[in-house]
């Protein structure tokens, strides 16, 4: 048995570096022309299978045209890096910001990824923004401040703005939309830069501090601490030896913390929750409430705790940045908005899909594991079942019925009743942008900063359906239900926008100014005087 085993081991481990060597060669070698046309209208074929919206605001005629000129275009061989390179600019003329293509990598062996674990490239702890048609660093996790707020000039000689133009092309909004490029290209511009790429040790980044221009160079570097103390030169200090009392005390403060993690989402690389709620000023008149994403955290927890202190307190006013919000769960963003109507609602309508079992296509797709594939076949007869009570035709569509979220609603008893300001901007996509409409709509809300990356008549989301290409290997992203609120408004294809438009500046970041909140306290105080 024990031989049986090793064998079998032996042979797992041959099967997966054959696996590794085979991928990295299939991405890395030029890719026949045919093969790669044929790659081409699998994309478009299962856009026209899956997507329920594909002609929302780019008509089929025009699409059409798109992928044939994308066929033509390519008549030699070229590897898959290359092909991304094309395909990802035609993809965005659908205009659908959850319709994605990503790009290949190179795999690495159990050994190789290890090592990599045990290392981190100081490029990658650098957050950009793109303002005023200049690519600035926004903020380092890492050591070195002193780059911070210094424009990027170059990448290995490269021109910063050019690749920022580029990788604009390779993303859309939803709709007409153009706040969302901007403010989406400089928060992803170190994903951007790995997808065009690929992996590197070591890049040159030349940056502009006023009137000087100095080079620096990031390198893949050790995760463990420098500078290691010699454990010989220095006497060893014993620790402490904690008293009954203090373990019981160390013991519910790490539970406490656990609690609080969940609760407000902690974001362990750059040390900070996901959602965070305070007051601001002398009394507790004015509370400001930051939510960075609806993905993470046990959020009925928190919202329920925030909004009874807003009505203990008495609250006038509430502050909801969603700004660089990207989105997230129906399921919280329906239970946020229960605190903040002022009347019963329908949070969203039934969603058109393609299919009467979106759920079991989305599961079974070619990128799923063959285990989960197993499971899923096992599964089937329930999820089918599902599927078929919940998706109803009518006039010659499939619809598919959330019960909880499609359904006429109470709002929360606890709900706030005083005046809202709500801060929005281009990375305002998603599920944020959904319940900006609802508030917008009800005219709940004051809106203040730049219009929503995500379309106010709503978005093809839900659930996902990830296809990877045959020759090419890419993978293409696709959202399988149109998930949107019952208002709406024309034109269509634009966010929701502000009713005071305010736009950051360089100058703002540089002077660690909030614009947007600053007129939102000035408001405050002038209706309060």
């Not at 275009?73 to 659908?94: E, G, M, Q, Y």
């Not at 079992?357 to 197993?374: A, C, D, E, G, R």
């Not at 438009?501 to 306290?521: N, Q, Y």
């Amino acid at each position: 048995m024990k031989k049986l085993f090793l064998v079998i081991s032996a042979l797992t481990i041959l099967s997966s570096c054959t696996s590794v060597k085979k991928y990295n060669e299939q991405i890395t070698s030029l890719h026949a022309v045919e093969d790669l046309h044929k790659d081409v209208d699998k994309v478009y074929k299962q856009l026209k299978k899956h997507h329920p919206k594909l002609y929302q605001y780019t008509s089929k005629e025009v699409l059409d045209f798109k992928f044939d000129s994308l066929k033509k275009s390519i008549n030699t061989p070229i590897d898959s890096r290359d092909f991304f390179k094309k395909l990802a600019p035609v993809v965005t003329h659908v205009r659908q910001g959850h319709v994605s293509v990503s790009s290949v990598g190179r795999w690495f062996k159990k050994k190789e990824r290890k090592a990599l674990n045990k290392q981190k490239f100081e490029f990658y702890d650098l957050d950009f923004e793109y303002l005023e048609g200049k690519l600035w660093v926004k903020n380092n996790i890492g050591k070195d401040s002193t780059i911070i707020g210094n424009e990027v000039l170059k990448i290995n000689d490269e021109s910063a703005v050019n690749l920022v133009n580029t990788y604009k092309t390779r993303f859309a909004s939803d709709g007409y939309n153009t706040t969302l490029h901007n403010r989406f290209v400089g928060k992803g511009f170190s994903t951007f830069y790995y997808k065009d790429k690929g992996f590197i040790d070591s890049l040159k980044v030349t940056f502009k501090s006023k009137d000087s221009i100095f080079t620096k160079t990031f390198r893949r570097i050790s995760k463990e601490k420098k500078n290691k103390v010699d454990s010989v030169s220095v006497k060893k200090v014993k620790p402490k030896k904690l008293s009954k009392g203090e373990k019981q005390t160390r013991r519910l403060a790490r539970k406490k913390r656990k609690k609080d993690n969940k609760k407000y989402g902690y974001l362990n690389k750059r040390k900070q929750y996901t959602r965070n709620f305070n007051f601001i000023g002398k009394d507790s008149s004015v509370a400001f409430m930051k939510i960075r994403g609806f993905t993470n955290g046990n959020y009925k927890k928190f919202y329920k705790e925030s909004f009874a202190k807003l009505d203990s307190a008495k609250s006038k006013y509430l502050v909801l940045d969603l700004r660089d919000n990207g989105g997230g769960r129906i399921a919280e963003i329906d239970y946020l908005y229960s605190y903040l109507a002022n009347e019963p609602y329908q949070f969203i309508t039934e969603s058109e899909v393609k299919t009467r079992m979106p759920f079991l296509k989305s599961f079974m797709s070619n990128t799923t594991p063959n285990s989960l594939k197993v499971v899923g076949a096992l599964l089937s007869p329930l999820v089918i079942s599902h599927n078929l009570l919940k998706t109803k035709k009518r006039e010659g569509k499939l619809y598919y019925r959330f019960n909880k979220h499609s359904k006429i609603k109470e709002h929360n008893p606890l709900h706030f009743k005083g005046k809202i300001y709500v801060l929005i901007n281009g990375n305002s996509f998603s599920a944020s942008s959904l319940i900006s409409t609802h508030l917008k709509a009800t005219e709940r809300a004051v809106f203040v900063g730049e219009e929503t990356g995500g379309a106010y008549n709503g978005t093809v989301a839900g659930i996902y359906k990830i296809y990877q290409l045959p020759t090419s290997k890419l993978k293409i992203r696709m959202g399988l239900m149109q998930i949107e609120a019952p208002q709406k408004q024309n034109p269509d294809g634009y966010g929701v926008k502000p009713d005071i438009k305010i736009e950051p500046t360089v100058e703002d970041r540089r002077l660690k100014k909030d614009t947007e909140l600053e007129w939102i306290l000035a408001d405050i105080e002038k209706n309060e005087g």
